[in-house]
């Protein structure tokens, strides 16, 4: 399955670095809750990836909708972005809440 195929749609995120918690190898606080799809592979061989946005408090899952694609244009490993229900975020706050991380790659959100 494409990674845009989950536009629009109802995801469940196993959160595997959650909100505050500090990155194994690189460090850094994850402002975001970050997971991932459960049964799923993405181009880099590994679940696919989810930004969780909205959600200021560390989680263990989530479900939530899909509102759009972190899709990096150096790399194989889209991320989907997750939000609450109703939840809406411009292109320019998505990619303000993940720079964190999509600061290191050439990316582009697609809708």
Sequence with gaps: MDSKDHIGKRVNVVI??????????YGFIYPVNYGYVPN???GD??????????????VEKY???CIAVA?????????????P?????????IDALI?????FFDHVIIR
């Design 99 to 103: 720079e964190f991380q999509e600061r």
């Design 45 to 58: 061989g590994e679940e696919l990836d989810c930004y969780v946005l909205g959600v200021f408090e560390p």
């Design 16 to 25: 595997d670095r959650p909100f505050g918690s500090k990155h194994p190898k």
């Design 40 to 42: 799923t592979v993405s």
């Design 71 to 83: 899709h990096r244009m150096n790399d194989n490993d889209d991320k989907l972005v997750i939000v």
């Design 85 to 93: 229900d109703g939840k809406q975020y411009s292109d320019s706050a």
């Design 63 to 65: 479900d939530g909708e």
